[in-house]
T-cell receptor, first 111, second 113 residues
Framework: KNEVEQSPQNLTAQEGEFITINCSYS?????LHWLQQHPGGGIVSLFM???GKKKHGRLIATINIQEKHSSLHITASHPRDSAVYIC?????????????FGTGTRLTIIP | DVKVTQSSRYLVKRTGEKVFLECVQD?????MFWYRQDPGLGLRLIYF???????EKGDIPEGYSVSREKKERFSLILESASTNQTSMYLC????????????FGDGTRLSIL
């Protein structure tokens, strides 16, 4: 079983829909990251969370430490949101900067 | 803005060749990382470095080596390339000793024929 599980693996939605991507992890963590990867490969960091909730524009990330679960929400989705969204955790067991990554959720927003 | 630059976007090499992938960052970051990304497997850590001339093995170091002679540059070396090393390779960097996001390069898509 992977330490970081994402769901769904693929998601297709109409423009304007509210999107939720889920991430569950099995280890104690010091931080959780949400990353975005557009076609062509470059990865951008969206959020880093250790508790609660963060918001940036139409993106919202939440984390429940007790349940070992995080969600990424996109409000009023747009075709430019089409990308792969990756969850990654920094384990509390490591004294360094290593991340463990989920396999990603491929999001496609149809105009 | 942090810039992490990988030397090639696409690279085609032959089996048995020695292959060098270069990564340069411009923000004086202590930590640098090499990952490979394969469909269905996500990003996997090959090696990372937390200082000049320092390196640690990641989860899949076999068949790879690294070099960090200067703080801004981290090189990944495929000593004798094999077809199972065909993959997307991503470099990242971050400030050392703090819980900060990693900054990624655009990736190198390497094909070994």
């Amino acid at each position: 079983k992977n330490e970081v599980e994402q769901s769904p693996q693929n998601l297709t939605a109409q423009e304007g829909e509210f999107i939720t991507i889920n991430c569950s992890y099995s280890v104690g963590i010091s931080a959780l990251h949400w990353l975005q990867q557009h076609p062509g490969g470059g990865i951008v960091s969206l959020f880093m969370l250790s508790s609660g909730k963060k918001k940036h524009g139409r993106l919202i990330a939440t984390i429940n430490i007790q349940e070992k679960h995080s969600s990424l929400h996109i409000t009023a989705s747009h075709p430019r949101d089409s990308a792969v969204y990756i969850c990654a955790v920094r384990s509390r067991n490591f004294g360094n900067e290593k991340l463990t990554f989920g396999t990603g959720t491929r999001l496609t927003i149809i105009p | 803005d942090v810039k992490v630059t990988q030397s090639s976007r696409y690279l085609v090499k032959r089996t048995g060749e020695k292959v060098f992938l270069e990564c340069v960052q411009d923000m004086d970051h202590e930590n640098m990382f090499w990952y490979r990304q394969d469909p269905g497997l996500g990003l996997r850590l090959i090696y990372f470095s937390y200082d000049v001339k320092m390196k640690e093995k990641g989860d899949i170091p076999e068949g790879y080596s690294v070099s960090r002679e200067k703080k801004e540059r981290f090189s990944l070396i495929l000593e004798s390339a094999s077809t199972n090393q065909t993959s997307m390779y991503l470099c990242a960097s971050t400030v050392g000793g703090s819980n900060q996001p990693q900054h990624f390069g655009d990736g190198t898509r390497l094909s070994i024929l």
